[in-house]
């Protein structure tokens, strides 16, 4: 049945079993929409803070590796079409791209 939808679902032979997951593409639709939200809920967020805040939010970790990228900053160049890191002193502040 899944493999019916290859562009959602990937699936990873296992000894005696089958892995689902979701592809890169899906994984990273899903994030985007996670980081919209965050994004409304806080009026400043940075790239230090993006970690502590989603986990708080989702109760699990942004692990960059599950999205195929080296680090948080990578992945959040990912989502590129949404969001805007705006170098700010010491740190990178997020931002929506506006949307009008």
């Known amino acids: 049945m899944f493999e019916a939808i290859p ?3 990937t699936i ?9 997951s979701l592809t890169i593409k899906e ?8 980081t919209e939200e965050l994004m409304e809920e806080n009026a400043e967020l940075t ?14 970790r942004l692990e960059p590796s599950l999205f195929e990228e080296p ?7 990912r989502l590129n079409s ?4 705006e170098p700010c002193i010491s740190k990178f502040l997020l931002d929506l791209h ?3």
Request: hydrophobic fraction near 45%; include cysteine; charged fraction near 30%.
């Open 7 to 9: 562009d959602i679902v």
């Open 12 to 20: 990873d032979e296992i000894p005696n079993d089958k892995r689902l």
């Open 27 to 34: 994984k990273i639709a899903i994030l985007t929409r996670q």
């Open 47 to 60: 790239l230090l803070d993006v970690a502590d805040v989603y986990m708080q939010r989702f109760k699990r």
């Open 71 to 77: 680090s948080i900053r990578c992945l959040l160049d």
């Open 82 to 85: 949404i969001l805007l890191l």
């Open 98 to 100: 506006n949307s009008t």
